[in-house]
């Protein structure tokens, strides 16, 4: 006798406003009023992250129910992409509609855990807006691909506060996804998808036909 299958059941989720109220519709810049729009999002188990066309990162602390506030120092500019990582710390990567790349590096309340928020720049490689950020499961690799269709890998040293950049990849099109997992770096862009293999820095095409 064939199982009968159990119903399907829909569920509506309700809009998150104990987070947007965190967050300012507009902000005052001299005599201006600056209508705040969001432009990026990432989430985990323990935080959500929210990119704003102000240059500001709001990360909320789903544990502690806790909005927090980051920004790049200088001109304000759109955040376009955001990425979180959880490994032994909390790691945050941000991209910038001009091409500017941070890493912060969270506080955690954890033993052994660090104590202090520590920033990371990848120096100006890119040179228009970033569209694309992906990890590596330890955090000490980050791969950011812009709309130009550059691709800049960053060598992380968490312990030693140092972030070493370099070209990688170049292609004609721009990068709309990265995502990386054991030595290959799996690349999307418009016109194609690819396999770049780190240590040999070969690529491999995935299909024949170009997209169209």
């Not at 490994?87 to 500017?100: H, N, P």
């Not at 990371?120 to 980050?142: E, Q, R, Y």
Request: glycine letters at 6%; one cysteine or more; aromatic letters at 10%.
């Amino acid at each position: 006798m064939a199982s009968v299958a159990s119903p399907v059941i829909f569920k509506e989720f309700c809009p998150l406003y104990y987070l947007l109220n965190a967050i300012p519709t507009k902000v005052q810049k001299g005599f201006r009023s600056i209508v705040v729009y969001l432009t990026a999002l990432d989430t985990n188990e323990d935080y959500i992250a929210v990119g704003s066309s102000i240059g500001m990162l709001y990360l909320y602390c789903r544990h502690l129910n806790q909005m927090k506030k980051y920004n790049f120092e200088g001109k304000c500019e759109s955040i376009t992409f955001v990425k979180l990582l959880s490994c032994f710390d909390d790691l945050v990567a941000v991209g910038t509609a001009s091409g500017r790349v941070a890493v912060f590096q969270l506080v955690s309340s954890l033993p052994g855990r660090n104590k202090q928020l520590r920033r990371f720049d990848v120096a100006g490689i890119h040179k228009s807006s970033i569209t694309a950020l992906a990890w590596s499961p330890n955090g000490m690799k980050l791969f950011s691909g812009d709309d130009k269709g550059k691709i800049v890998y960053s060598a992380l040293d968490l312990d030693q506060g140092i972030c070493n950049s370099s070209l990688v990849l170049e292609e004609p099109s721009s990068i709309v996804q990265l995502d990386y997992n054991q030595k290959v770096l799996l690349v999307s862009t418009l016109q194609r998808t690819l396999l770049f293999y780190t240590e040999e820095k070969s690529v491999k095409q995935v299909g024949t036909q170009p997209r169209k």
